[in-house]
């Protein structure tokens, strides 16, 4: 049940904004055919390394791949972007947001 809140969550932040509703359609297209991995498989791995609370998410197309770009507030109230390869699920690129 936890999973399925995720995932809702995930979805409708996807959903939220400017073209988001496209980036959806595409996200969930890919998921689908097997080409990326899910934001519910995506979100378990990122908090294996960071807790917190996830703020946004962004699912972009950035030259040839597919990223989860996701915003969290980790428990001292550090805000951090996270990018991650929606294929393979690596992390490639971790800051603090100012």
């Known amino acids: 049940m936890l999973d399925r809140r995720i995932l809702a969550v995930g979805l409708a932040l996807l959903a939220s904004g400017v073209g988001a509703d496209d980036d959806y359609r595409e996200a969930r297209r890919l998921v689908q055919g097997g080409e990326i991995e899910s934001l519910e498989t995506i979100l378990q791995t990122v908090r294996r390394h960071y807790s917190g609370r996830v703020l946004e998410v962004e699912f972009e197309h950035e030259g040839d791949r597919y990223i989860y770009e996701i915003e969290m507030l980790d428990e001292k109230g550090v805000v951090w972007e996270l990018k991650v390869?929606?294929?393979?699920?690596?992390?490639i690129q971790s800051e603090q947001e100012d």
């Open 85 to 91: 390869d929606a294929v393979s699920g690596q992390l």
